[in-house]
């Protein structure tokens, strides 16, 4: 056994925490993720260190964003720890090398670091945030892991608790955390550390880091048939010659079932009219008529329904990929998560321009529930979160679908990717942006080493 001399930081002085979720496959790949790093750190001590998975911390639903979670975290750790470290399910950690990154900050002292991200323009998803000069604030890349020194937790913490946290939406996380911690200049500003990294883990570009990504696509076996996933794509008169064009030129020949619900029946599409009136935003209405439609006789049996815009731009290949990691016979839920109110007990939803995915289990108990719009122009991905937060059900996060444009994300973020989803053909052009990021298979790109992106990004 070879221990790590280094007089400033040992290793129980940091504790780990996955950003794991608790949808059964991803506890299963952040149990792989956590056996890892308590297998390395017994080559290096006797006494290992805390590894924590988050979803297990506390039943508070809100508490992946975080920020809710920090007076919990120095509670426990405050006195002890000098480091906590966060990471998700598919970052390989070295942890020599990471402690000998971390001994090289003063733990005595407030660090918040990570791998930066900036965006090249402003963008909706950040509220615009820096419009003037969008890339001088700096966020983490949380595929490469991000730490907080304990002092930063400690006095974060008191602030959680003094200031209630504002109640309003949750969009990107990473970005959220950086601006709290950096509190209009009066905190400190993300840290630059080249050894939190997102190469894969066996690029040679990889030698000098601490943290890298998984290589192997998660173990989940064939993937889903296409006659097991049933697409709805919500539209209206107005889009029909503007947007659903969009949709025939690239993905709607990847799909076996698929229907396009509108307020106008137009035989030339076809377009069914569910009764229900379009309404200028929300369409809550229409997305439960969908649902129940799924469970009815009028359309095939499958085990998945993907209900999105007519303005979603979507891999169905490569969804068919990742669904393979799922149970439909669990009640799964799947997209890119937001949430709303998390601080006081709000919710979690899964965004619905990214493309919203249901196994028929989560549609039934949905509907089973006697969970309802309270109108027809209700945001519908928010009442389907509201609907799941009171049947206790998690909405499942894919950094893989996105609500927005690709130019809307930053480009190092984009790289370690293969994306299943963007949305939006505002000031863009849409069949461009589906040749360039999306059109082909996953498979064929695993030549290109793209398939390591499938890791367990997924």
Same mark, same amino acid.
């Given at each position: 056994m070879h221990v790590i001399h280094d007089s400033q930081l040992d290793l129980r002085e940091i504790v780990f925490v996955i950003q794991s979720q608790s949808n059964s496959f991803h506890v299963r790949q952040a149990e792989r993720r956590r056996a890892d790093l308590l297998k390395q750190a017994l080559s290096l001590t006797e006494k290992p260190p805390v590894v =924590?998975? /988050?979803? =297990?911390? =506390?039943d508070n639903e809100g508490d992946w964003s975080i920020l809710p979670l920090l007076p919990h975290l120095s509670y426990s750790f405050g006195k002890n720890s000098s480091w906590i470290v966060f990471l998700e399910e598919e970052t390989n950690v070295k942890m020599t090398k990471l402690v000998q990154v971390l001994a090289k900050f003063d733990k005595n002292k407030e660090w918040f670091l990570g791998k930066p991200l900036h965006d090249a323009e402003s963008t909706i998803i950040h509220h615009y945030a820096f419009a003037e000069n969008p890339s001088v604030f700096k966020y983490p890349d949380f595929a490469a892991a991000w730490a907080l020194s304990i002092p930063l937790v400690v006095r974060l913490a008191n602030k959680v608790k003094d200031e209630p946290l504002k109640s309003d939406f949750t969009i990107d996380l990473k970005h959220e955390i950086a601006l709290y911690i950096w509190d209009d200049g009066r905190g400190p500003h993300l840290v630059a550390v080249p050894e939190l990294c997102t190469e894969p883990e066996d690029? +040679? @570009? $990889? @030698?000098?880091?601490a943290t890298t990504l998984s290589t192997d696509p998660p173990l989940c076996g064939e993937l889903v048939d296409k006659e097991e996933i049933f697409v709805a794509v919500k539209t209206c008169q107005k889009f029909h010659s503007e947007r659903v064009p969009v949709i025939k030129k690239t993905w709607e020949k990847d799909a076996l079932f698929l229907e396009y619900y509108s307020d106008h029946a137009d035989p030339s599409i076809p377009t069914i009219n569910l009764g229900v009136p379009n309404t200028e935003r929300g369409h809550c209405g229409k997305t439960f008529a969908i649902l129940e439609r799924f469970l009815s006789s009028a359309v095939p049996k499958t085990k998945w329904l993907l209900v999105v815009d007519d303005d979603t731009l979507i891999s169905l290949s490569r969804l068919q990929v990742l669904l393979s990691c799922y149970d439909p016979s669990e009640p799964v839920c799947l997209g890119e998560r937001y949430g709303y109110g998390l601080s006081q007990g709000g919710y979690s939803y899964i965004t619905g321009g990214g493309g919203m995915v249901f196994s028929r289990e989560a549609v039934v108990q949905l509907l089973n529930s006697g969970c309802k719009c309270y109108s027809? !122009? $209700? +945001? !519908? !991905? %928010?009442? /389907?979160? %509201?609907?799941?937060? $009171?049947?206790?059900? +998690? $909405?499942?996060?894919s950094p893989l679908f996105h609500q927005a444009r690709p130019e809307d994300y930053a480009r190092d973020f984009l790289a370690h990717q293969v994306p299943i989803s963007f949305h939006k053909h505002w000031n863009i052009d849409p069949i461009a942006v589906y040749n360039k990021w999306l059109k082909d298979d996953w498979r064929a790109k695993s030549s290109d080493g793209l398939n390591k992106s499938a890791k367990t990004e997924l």
């Open positions: =924590s998975l /988050l979803h =297990s911390l =506390s690029s +040679p @570009q $990889a @030698q000098h880091c027809n !122009d $209700a +945001p !519908d !991905d %928010m009442v /389907l979160g %509201m609907c799941l937060n $009171a049947l206790g059900l +998690p $909405a499942t996060h």
